[in-house]
């Protein structure tokens, strides 16, 4: 049974970091690609970082080299360092499988990022 637990979001100022965590049951991070998305008030869901299998990592050019994605596969855990951030960042973030799995959602974490 997969299960996908997001943790570590919470308010911040302008400028500020936070690390997201998410935990992963029932899925081998040794063969699937993971990804981190978000999903802001009356928007849809997007890609803000994927890492491969095998280590590769991308970012969309919107996000300007401050977000890093990383992985603990002994902890089974994915990780999202996000750097300098902005108010345009304020969203729910989510973990899944890259492409998702629309069966696998979690509750996710909200970021918000406020003056």
């Known amino acids: 049974q997969v299960r996908l637990v997001e943790s570590g979001g919470g308010s911040v100022q302008p400028g500020g970091s936070l690390r997201l965590s998410c935990v992963v049951s029932?899925?081998?991070?040794?063969?699937?690609?993971m990804g981190w998305y978000r999903q802001a008030p009356d928007k849809g869901r997007e890609l803000v970082a994927r890492?491969?299998?095998?280590?590769?990592?991308y970012y969309p050019p919107f996000l300007e080299g401050r977000f890093t994605v990383s992985v603990d596969k002994a902890a089974n855990t994915v990780s999202l360092q996000m750097n300098n951030l902005k108010p345009q960042d304020t969203a729910v973030y989510y973990c899944?499988?890259?492409?998702?799995?629309?069966?696998?959602w979690g509750q996710g974490t909200q970021v918000t990022v406020s003056s």
């Open positions: 899944n499988t890259q492409p998702p799995d629309f069966g696998n």
């Open positions: 029932g899925i081998d991070l040794s063969i699937n690609d």
């Open positions: 890492l491969t299998s095998d280590g590769v990592r």
